[in-house]
């Protein structure tokens, strides 16, 4: 399919279906040189509430860590807190790992919160403009009711950042009522057909976007 979209190079020049390669030559896919190191290994994962997202929890509460195979070693990228759910990657890659937590980045994450009640437009501004939590400021890049029915709203909202437990933060301080919070999407990676407790490997488009969304390249061998 690389191929036959014409973005595989050998060499430098666009690669034919059928096409033999030398150990020495250089293929290339959108850019990006290959093999990328074949030891390093990504999931996707759908977090259930309960779980929490530790290598190992003293309470014995069930980690992250027993949804995926045990072998190679793989550890949470950021963490969803023990009640909330949705997509969160696990990884031996730490500079793809970096790129996804770090501010500089710029990597947002995208979460829907079930609340209790209805939302203000005061509310929903009051979250973008910033919110004085205990460790700092917060702010949410965009917030936005999606949905409303009866007496329950559902608010998307877009962070670019991720402390402990901030999105609950941020919604408990403008008073709202929290009753589900969902991780739907990692920049530009949503896979609404993963089930609770589920988990599959990141594919090599969903890597490249990252790294395109961070602006930086991927390290090559």
């Not at 559902?154 to 609950?168: D, L």
């Amino acid at each position: 399919m690389l191929i036959a979209q014409g973005r595989v190079t050998v060499n430098g020049e666009v690669a034919s279906v059928g096409d033999r390669i030398l150990v020495d030559d250089v293929v290339a896919v959108d850019g990006v040189r290959l093999p990328l190191d074949p030891d390093l290994v990504t999931w996707l994962v759908y977090k259930p509430p309960g779980v929490v997202s530790t290598m190992d929890d003293p309470q014995d509460r069930p980690t992250v860590t027993s949804l995926v195979p045990s072998h190679p070693i793989t550890k949470p990228v950021g963490r969803l807190d023990l009640h909330s759910e949705g997509l969160l990657l696990m990884t031996n890659d730490g500079d793809l790992a970096l790129v996804v937590t770090h501010p500089r980045y710029g990597i947002p994450k995208t979460y829907q919160a079930l609340i209790g009640g209805k939302v203000t437009n005061a509310q929903l501004n009051q979250l973008t403009e910033g919110v004085a939590l205990d460790d700092g400021m917060a702010r949410a890049r965009s917030a936005r009711v999606v949905a409303s029915q009866g007496q329950q709203s559902m608010v998307e909202i877009v962070m670019a950042e991720g402390r402990k437990r901030e999105v609950r933060r941020m919604l408990e301080a403008v008073e709202l009522q929290v009753e589900r919070l969902v991780r739907t999407a990692i920049g530009s990676i949503v896979d609404r057909t993963l089930k609770p407790g589920a988990y599959r490997a990141l594919t090599f488009d969903e890597i490249m976007a990252l790294y395109r969304m961070a602006d930086t390249p991927p390290p090559t061998p």
